[in-house]
């Protein structure tokens, strides 16, 4: 570009997701994407990740300000639940809590 037109360019600055927006996002969009892509059935298959593991989640695993990542880890969280269920031929109750999660996606990067 032309020098004189970069001096006239104006930046502007685009802010990333708040945590109520990536919890909507997850809820409204990343859950059911992961849940159905890993093979689940919500109501057939015994899993549970509660509200509480999801807000964790948010706070200590993707404070970017997309949602990237969010969808990377709930998607990797769904696989190991799927495996989980066909290990244990859907018997057992697969809860996914803050004690636990390490199992499912490793330390918390914050």
């Known amino acids: 570009m032309h020098p004189a037109v970069l ?24 859950m059911p994407e992961a849940i159905s892509r890993a093979g689940l059935v919500e109501g057939t298959h015994n899993f549970e990740i509660p509200d509480a593991t999801r807000n964790y989640i948010i706070e200590y695993y993707c404070r970017e300000p997309g949602v990237r990542s969010l969808k990377k880890y709930i998607q990797k969280i769904c696989e190991k639940i799927a495996f989980k ?15 636990n999660l390490e199992d499912f996606i490793g330390e918390a990067v914050f």
């Open 7 to 30: 001096d006239r360019m104006e930046l502007i600055e685009v802010g990333g997701y708040t945590f109520d927006e990536k919890k909507h996002i997850l809820e409204r969009h990343l």
């Open 85 to 99: 269920v066909v290990e244990n031929d859907n018997k057992e109750k697969i809860v996914v809590t803050e004690s």
